[in-house]
């Protein structure tokens, strides 16, 4: 009987090893296949040797006590670039800071599987394509700053779902139609959505119109 017991615990232990490790090599899996995709001039990625099984002694990335990645800080690091569908793999993250680099092309719409983020940084790159409408999944948000790039097409309508959202700025784009006016996007201030092709607020009650878009 206590043999039998002494079986089970093995299996146990065999068990949760590889999962808990699983877990988090596909975080330090999603931040190497990122490295792979930046140029990087000022090394600030210096430290992330994929040969470490944990990711969280790197710098720029915070971990919870679980060592789960929360944080990405790569704000003003002089990074270029594009970003992956892998950055979706690190479902554990609430900051996402990679403000003022020089990263370009789209913004991967899988980052809208993200549903512990609080802030989302983008600012100040040369991000181009559309804000992702799976963004209105991201339903603990509170910061979505998307200013000072090169985005095109509307404001998702979608995004009026998202009840934590409380600063949203994409000023200085090139985003055409109307600004949505349902939910918290009512007290969002106008210089939040400046400096674009937008044709204003939408009007309550009319089906919206995207002129131009
Ligand atoms: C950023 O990187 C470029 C090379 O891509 C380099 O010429 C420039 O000096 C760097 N800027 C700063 C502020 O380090």
Known sequence: MSCLICVCLLFVVLLQCPISSLSTNSEGNALHALRSRLSDPNNVLQS?????????????????????????????????????????????????????????????????????????????????????????????????????????????????RLQNLKIIDVSNNDLCGTIPVDGNFGSFPPESFENNRLNGPELKGLVPYDFGC
């Open 48 to 160: 992330w040797d994929p040969t470490l099984v944990n990711s969280c002694t790197w710098f720029h990335v915070t971990c919870d006590s679980n060592n789960h990645v929360i944080r990405l800080d790569l704000g003003n690091s002089n990074i270029s670039g594009s970003l992956g569908p892998e950055l979706a793999q690190l479902t554990h993250l609430q900051y996402l800071e990679l403000y003022s680099n020089n990263i370009n092309g789209k913004i991967p719409e899988e980052l809208g599987n993200l549903k512990n983020l609080i802030s989302m940084d983008l600012y100040d790159n040369k991000l181009e394509g559309n804000i992702p409408n799976s963004f209105a999944n991201l339903n603990s948000l509170k910061f979505l700053r998307l200013n000072n790039n090169k985005l095109t097409g509307s404001i998702p309508r979608e995004l009026t």
